[in-house]
């Protein structure tokens, strides 16, 4: 089993549709969790950190289950700009070493 | 401001030569980070750094060596070079441990050893 898990997708929605990705560890002592962002041959770049509480900016929201140790993101009124692929990244603890990133889910956003 | 500088951005290789990848960041970041990026799988790290003149094995290590000797430069070396070392190299930076999982990276390096 992989530490880190995610749907690779693709998946194609509309733009303005609702769109959700879910990501699944293996390691419950595992102390940070993030989402990154990596467009077509570029490098990823952080888009937003998961809490405990959860946390939304714009039209991004994040969730941390760490009962069923899965994260979610969720995108409201997709724009065709958000079409990228999707990382979930997990810090299993003390030291960037921990870092553990899944294989990523892509999105395609069409007009 | 630059970030994180990665050359060479492309490289082709034969199978058994060498070459070393540059990374360079101006954040003044103690941790650096070399990881490897193949289709359908995550990102996977092959070396890292804590501090200048420390390195330290990561997940996949064999077939590379890396130097800090300076604390804004991170080198990887391919000794001796096989076609599965193909891959999309990238360097990354963070501040400390408490922020390890918030990377800045590098634009990549695309090598490709025939």
């Known amino acids: 089993r992989k530490e880190v898990e995610q749907d690779p997708g693709p998946f194609n929605v509309p733009e303005g549709a609702t769109v959700a990705f879910n990501c699944t560890y293996s390691n419950s002592a595992s102390q940070s969790f993030f989402w990154y962002r990596q467009d077509c041959r570029k490098e990823p770049k952080l888009l937003m950190s998961?809490?405990?509480s959860g946390n939304e900016d714009g039209r991004f929201t994040a969730q941390l289950n760490r009962a069923s140790q899965y994260i979610s993101l969720l995108i409201r009124d997709s724009k065709l700009s958000d079409s990228a692929t999707y990382l979930c990244?997990?810090?299993?603890?003390?030291?960037?070493?921990?870092?553990?990133f899944g294989a990523g889910t892509r999105l395609f956003v069409k007009a | 401001n630059a970030g994180v500088t990665q050359t060479p951005k492309f490289r082709v290789l034969k199978t058994g030569q060498s070459m070393t990848l540059l990374c360079a960041q101006d954040?003044?970041?103690?941790?650096m980070y070399w990881y490897r990026q193949d289709p359908g799988m995550g990102l996977r790290l092959i070396h890292y750094s804590v501090g200048e003149g420390t390195t330290a094995k990561g997940e996949v290590p064999d077939g590379y060596n890396v130097s800090r000797l300076k604390k804004q430069n991170f080198l990887l070396g391919l000794e001796s070079a096989a076609p599965s070392q193909t891959s999309v190299y990238f360097c990354?930076?963070?501040?400390?441990?408490?922020?390890?999982?918030?990377?800045?990276f590098g634009e990549g390096s695309r090598l490709t050893v025939l």
């Open positions: 954040m003044n970041h103690e941790y």
């Open positions: 998961v809490y405990s």
């Open positions: 990244v997990v810090n299993g603890g003390t030291g960037g070493f921990k870092t553990i």
């Open positions: 990354a930076s963070s501040s400390g441990p408490d922020s390890a999982g918030e990377l800045f």
